[in-house]
């Protein structure tokens, strides 16, 4: 698997860089917009499952273009103990390769895909997935976290 680049954004727990977490896995999850069914619910997910994760000393991380301020009232309204990371000029979702065409209600829109990656302790990619289901992911993802 190919080794992913170092990177850094900004994050409700301060900058958060990849290099900071070698000799772990992290678990980047890119969600489209703060407060909205899906992603409230998939960050749930991961909220409910993130001891699971700790304790596999995996490191969880929410991504999406949303300011700081809106991650921070989001993270606070949620109680997400995982930072999320702010990317408004889309370094990291074209890093990933995130942003597609989307529908919304007729128009398309260019927008986040839903999708996650691992990253081993090692940083090398080793698992992603693109336009992700909410119902049952963060499970998927933890059992395949036990793996590495």
Not at 35 to 44: D, I
Not at 45 to 59: I, N
Not at 78 to 94: H, I, N, Q, R
Request: proline content about 5%.
């Amino acid at each position: 698997m190919a080794k992913v680049k170092n990177f850094e954004a900004a994050s409700t727990d301060g900058t958060f860089k990849l290099s900071d977490h070698a000799g772990h896995p992290v678990v980047l999850y890119f969600y489209p917009k703060d407060n909205t069914p899906g992603c409230t619910s998939e960050g749930m997910q991961f909220r409910d499952l993130y001891p699971k994760f700790a304790k596999l000393g995996a490191v969880v991380a929410g991504v999406s273009r949303d300011s700081l301020k809106s991650h921070e009232n989001f993270k606070s309204k949620m109680g997400f103990p995982f930072p999320l990371l702010s990317d408004p000029d889309e370094a990291l979702c074209d890093q990933f390769g995130v942003i597609k065409m989307k529908n919304m209600y007729g128009k398309k829109v260019r927008g986040i895909e839903r999708s996650t990656f691992v990253i081993d302790g090692a940083g090398k990619l080793s698992r992603e997935w693109r336009g992700v289901k909410v119902p049952g992911h963060a499970e998927e993802v933890l059992e395949f976290v036990k793996t590495l």
